[in-house]
């Protein structure tokens, strides 16, 4: 799943379209992998019905763990502070979508429909390590607890 925003559209089908958009034929060949996994897992039959065999081998469909790890690598991208290079992209891309030739990025952002959620990012505070701690540590030098 690394990397997966730079080689997956998730499929989404247009109002007026008659034919998905995205990495349909990707999708196909990855459910193909995992029917063959699940089968091998739950060692069912080969005419078991596919959602049985996700649910029985504890998998979600491909489909959806693929839109998973999309949302999850989009937000992190879209939370990156505004030093990090790729902040300015993301910010371009979330504010002027093209009209037609959609980037990975622009059809995910389409897709998950996030493009225009309001996301914060939060920036971590850490301690300075020459610092003293916050906190007392104190090590027993008995094995009797002292509670």
């Known amino acids: 799943m690394y990397g997966i925003n730079t080689w997956y559209a998730p499929p989404q089908k247009a109002i007026s379209a008659t034919k ?4 349909v034929g990707a999708l196909r060949v990855l459910q193909k992998i995992q ?3 699940t089968l091998v897992i739950t060692g069912a039959l080969h005419t078991t019905p596919t959602d049985l065999l996700d649910a029985h081998a504890g998998l979600l469909p491909i489909e959806l763990t693929l839109s998973k790890a999309c949302h999850r690598t989009t937000v992190r991208i879209l ?9 300015r992209i993301i910010s371009i891309a979330r504010c002027r ?11 995910t952002l389409a897709t ?14 850490t301690d300075n390590p020459p610092q ?3 906190f007392k540590v ?3 030098t008995t094995s009797e607890w002292h509670g």
Do not use: D
Not at 80 to 87: D, E, F, G, V, Y
Not at 97 to 107: C, D, F, G, I
């Open 20 to 23: 998905n958009a995205g990495s």
């Open 35 to 37: 029917r063959i996994a």
């Open 138 to 140: 104190e090590i027993s």
């Open 97 to 107: 979508p093209p009209k037609k030739h959609l980037a990975l990025v622009n059809h």
């Open 112 to 125: 998950l429909k996030i493009g225009n959620a309001v996301i914060e990012t939060i920036t971590p505070i």
């Open 132 to 134: 003293q701690s916050h």
């Open 79 to 87: 939370t990156l502070p505004n030093t990090h290079p790729l902040h």
